[in-house]
């Protein structure tokens, strides 16, 4: 059975708390940027220290690694043409490879004639815009990166247009932001900030850049982790891995309740063929529980 904290009645209508919270792989440094590929129905997720891209098969339960020498990913999304466009620590770029990881290319590593910070989390727009974190996380004394001094005199949010190359700065006021996701039809945009235990929502202006930002919600509880992967639902619930597991709100930012996760929480991702169950990558493991409301599939390919 779920550990769970309920905030609203209405949890019991997004997850089932009497089922046993599944663990799919374990024994890995520490996980991030899980993604589903709904094509190959599978799961590809990065262990950060190892610098290792992994596929799990859930039809055969075989894992794989697809990728060596990651420079120390973090953050997956896929973009149109069902390519990984990936966020690496210890190089400071966005970069992009095939679904196999192979055809690697560099997207963007400077703003300005200077390095970016350690890009984090990635998202990518129906126009193809691609949009991403950059907090300092990846240049601390850490495993999930390399000390290192820091370029840019800012943490922020960037925007980086495939089709002109051009990257553009959209906020640069965060302590250090982590996730990001678009609500249903893309006119806003979620960030969160890990410090400061906050997730905050832009809107989205037609030339991509963002506005009128506020503070949306704030993440509860004392447990391990901060605000990190951040997601929404088919019904644009939004669900957030922060202190202590996974946190669900309701699009007015009405706090749903939390499923405890016993290590640190850090992304997560819609996958199966029904898109019903939620990966968790957390610490050395990734867990699935099962939701009655599916998430977003990211592109039809």
Same mark, same amino acid.
């Given at each position: 059975?779920?550990?769970? /904290?309920? $905030?609203?009645?209405?949890?019991?209508?997004?997850?089932?708390?009497?089922?046993?919270?599944?663990?799919?792989?374990?024994?890995?440094?520490?996980?991030?940027?899980?993604?589903?590929?709904?094509?190959?129905?599978?799961?590809?997720?990065?262990?950060?220290?190892?610098? &290792?891209?992994?596929?799990?098969?859930?039809?055969?339960? @075989?894992?794989?690694?697809?990728?060596?020498?990651?420079?120390?990913?973090?953050?997956?999304?896929?973009?149109?043409?069902?390519?990984?466009?990936?966020?690496?620590?210890?190089? %400071?770029?966005?970069?992009?490879?095939?679904?196999?990881?192979?055809?690697?290319?560099?997207?963007?590593?400077?703003?300005?004639?200077?390095?970016?910070?350690?890009?984090?989390?990635?998202?990518?727009?129906?126009?193809? $815009?691609?949009?991403?974190?950059?907090? @300092?996380?990846?240049?601390?004394?850490?495993?999930?990166? /390399?000390?290192?001094?820091?370029?840019? $005199?800012?943490?922020?949010?960037?925007?980086?247009?495939?089709?002109?190359?051009?990257?553009?700065?959209?906020?640069?006021?965060?302590?250090?932001?982590?996730?990001?996701?678009?609500? &249903?039809?893309?006119?806003?945009?979620?960030?969160?900030?890990?410090?400061?235990?906050?997730?905050?929502?832009?809107?989205?202006?037609?030339?991509?850049?963002?506005?009128?930002?506020?503070? !949306?919600?704030?993440?509860?509880?004392?447990?391990?982790?901060?605000?990190?992967?951040? @997601?929404?639902? %088919?019904?644009?619930?939004?669900?957030?891995?922060?202190?202590?597991?996974?946190? /669900?709100?309701?699009?007015?930012?009405?706090?749903?309740?939390?499923?405890?996760?016993?290590?640190?929480?850090?992304?997560?991702? !819609?996958?199966?063929?029904?898109?019903?169950?939620? =990966?968790?990558?957390?610490? $050395? %493991?990734? =867990? @699935? /529980?099962?939701?009655?409301?599916?998430?977003?599939?990211?592109?039809? =390919?």
């Amino acid at each position: 059975m779920l550990e769970v /904290i309920k $905030s609203s009645n209405k949890f019991a209508d997004l997850v089932d708390e009497n089922q046993n919270l599944e663990i799919i792989a374990e024994h890995f440094e520490f996980l991030e940027g899980p993604i589903w590929s709904c094509k190959e129905q599978s799961l590809i997720f990065n262990d950060i220290p190892a610098s &290792k891209t992994y596929r799990w098969d859930p039809s055969g339960k @075989k894992l794989s690694v697809t990728r060596e020498n990651t420079n120390k990913a973090n953050g997956n999304t896929l973009d149109h043409q069902h390519r990984i466009v990936v966020c690496e620590h210890a190089t %400071s770029r966005i970069a992009r490879t095939d679904i196999n990881g192979n055809h690697y290319e560099v997207l963007a590593s400077h703003y300005e004639g200077k390095e970016l910070n350690s890009p984090n989390d990635v998202v990518v727009k129906s126009d193809e $815009s691609i949009y991403f974190t950059d907090p @300092k996380f990846g240049r601390n004394p850490s495993k999930v990166g /390399i000390e290192r001094e820091q370029e840019l $005199s800012f943490q922020g949010v960037f925007m980086f247009a495939p089709r002109t190359q051009k990257l553009t700065l959209l906020m640069d006021d965060f302590e250090n932001p982590n996730g990001l996701c678009f609500s &249903k039809d893309e006119k806003q945009l979620y960030v969160n900030d890990s410090p400061r235990r906050h997730i905050r929502i832009f809107d989205v202006i037609d030339d991509g850049t963002l506005e009128n930002g506020r503070l !949306w919600a704030e993440t509860r509880d004392e447990g391990v982790g901060l605000p990190d992967g951040l @997601k929404i639902d %088919s019904e644009e619930n939004v669900y957030c891995c922060a202190q202590g597991g996974l946190h /669900i709100f309701n699009k007015s930012g009405e706090y749903i309740g939390i499923v405890r996760i016993p290590e640190q929480a850090a992304n997560f991702t !819609w996958g199966d063929e029904d898109l019903r169950s939620i =990966y968790i990558a957390a610490t $050395s %493991s990734i =867990y @699935k /529980i099962r939701t009655r409301v599916p998430g977003l599939k990211l592109f039809d =390919y």
